[in-house]
């Protein structure tokens, strides 16, 4: 651990172990580097028993929490039914979809999650949002640690992070029009009914659809203007991260183009932080200030998109770049 500036000495924070309710002076956690796998507690260096005398949810003072979004040692471990020969080797059998990661979004990054078929980015992705819950590690959002929440005391929190699925189709109630998707995100929000249309009508403009299709159900939308949908739908919440998992694979080249534009103004206007999760080096290329490649449940390498896909380190990532045809891809991630 690195020793603490020399300085004029700080008074002590007025709560030891004990976190004030909320607000912008909230102590931060040193979290700028990804913590290592397993790392207990949170604040290294915290004195012994700090853990057990921290409230749910909050974490302890003292350092500065740059991350947003601070993934420590998460492992998934799902349990599978052994249909083979269970008496004889047990019924269930553990499958590791997530192995001991590390990661932290800091606020600003678009982050690009790449990796082949199911090395667990999704998983990763659900953890993140607490759809699923991690087998070990925390899942820390801005200074709280979401792991040790449930209920209702987690909802508030789980809204910062909104997901835009690969099939925004599915993901969006075929029984309810544009207006009341994006009218209920509005709603759970805290924006009053009364600015519900009108702030509607202007997320649509933001993700370039016409607010007249508000009116509309889902399956009268185009493939592209569902995602676009999904992605307002997203937004209405005012969510401090976006986690787009796979959002244009669905869609033909052209309309890949143009969310992934629409992807790029939203954060530059609007500041978003993103996880884009993608096997498209060059949509990622493009996109991200930072990559990290997935390979069987593990982070193998991270760093900024010339790092990771100019100069690769680690083999996977180099078979991972071998991979993509040539001309098309190759081209566009070399320019
Ligand atoms: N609910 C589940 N129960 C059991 N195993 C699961 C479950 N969800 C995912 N898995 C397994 O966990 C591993 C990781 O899956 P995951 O969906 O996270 O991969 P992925 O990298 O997102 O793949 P893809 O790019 O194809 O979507 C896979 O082996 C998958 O079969």
Same mark, same amino acid.
């Given at each position: 651990?690195?020793?603490? %500036?020399?300085?004029?000495?700080?008074?002590?924070? !007025?709560?030891?172990?004990?976190?004030? *309710?909320?607000?912008?002076?909230?102590?931060?956690? %040193?979290?700028?580097?990804?913590?290592?796998?397993? +790392?207990? %507690?949170? *604040?290294?260096? @915290?004195? +012994?028993? @700090?853990?057990?005398?921290? !409230?749910?949810?909050?974490?302890?003072? #003292?350092?500065v929490v740059t991350a947003l979004l601070a993934l420590g040692g998460i492992t998934k471990r799902y /349990?599978?039914?052994?249909?083979?020969? &269970?008496?004889?080797?047990?019924?269930?059998? %553990?499958?590791?979809? =997530?192995?001991?990661?590390?990661?932290? =979004?800091?606020? #600003?990054d678009v982050l690009g999650l790449v990796g082949e078929s199911g090395c667990g980015k999704s998983t990763l992705a659900k953890i993140m949002l607490r759809l699923e819950d991690p087998t070990e590690g925390r899942v820390v959002l801005d200074g709280t640690d979401l792991t040790a929440l449930r209920g209702a005391a987690l909802r508030p929190h789980r809204r910062r992070v909104q997901m835009v699925f690969q099939d925004a189709g599915a993901s969006?109630?075929?029984?309810?029009?544009?207006?009341?998707?994006?009218g209920e995100a509005l709603g759970l929000a805290g924006l009053p009914r009364r600015d519900h249309t009108a702030r509607a009508a202007e997320l649509?403009?933001?993700?370039?659809?016409?607010?007249?299709?508000? +009116?509309?159900?889902?399956? /009268?939308?185009?493939?592209?203007?569902?995602?676009r949908l999904a992605i307002?739908?997203?937004?209405?919440?005012? !969510?401090?991260?976006?986690?787009?998992? /796979? &959002? =244009?694979? @669905?869609?033909?080249?052209?309309?890949?183009a143009q969310i992934l534009m629409l992807l790029m103004a939203l954060r530059d206007r609007l500041g978003l932080t993103m996880v884009f999760i993608s096997h498209d080096l060059a949509l990622v290329h493009h996109l991200c200030n930072r990559v990290a490649v997935m390979s069987a449940g593990r982070i193998v390498e991270a760093g900024s998109p010339a790092e990771v896909l100019h100069r690769p380190r680690h083999d996977y990532t180099r078979r991972l770049l071998a991979a993509v045809p040539r001309g098309h891809h190759r081209t566009r991630i070399a320019t």
């Open positions: 651990m690195r020793a603490p %500036p020399r300085g004029p000495r700080r008074e002590p924070p !007025p709560h030891r172990g004990r976190l004030p *309710r909320a607000g912008p002076a909230r102590p931060r956690l %040193p979290l700028r580097a990804p913590l290592r796998r397993g +790392a207990r %507690p949170l *604040r290294r260096g @915290a004195p +012994a028993g @700090a853990t057990a005398r921290r !409230p749910p949810g909050r974490l302890l003072g #003292g350092g /349990e599978l039914e052994r249909r083979v020969l &269970p008496r004889l080797l047990g019924r269930r059998r %553990p499958h590791l979809a =997530v192995d001991g990661v590390s990661l932290a =979004v800091e606020r #600003g969006l109630n075929p029984r309810k029009t544009g207006a009341t998707l994006v649509l403009r933001q993700v370039g659809l016409d607010a007249g299709l508000l +009116a509309r159900y889902p399956h /009268e939308l185009s493939g592209g203007q569902k995602q307002a739908r997203a937004l209405a919440m005012g !969510p401090d991260l976006l986690v787009l998992d /796979e &959002p =244009v694979s @669905a869609l033909d080249v052209s309309l890949q």
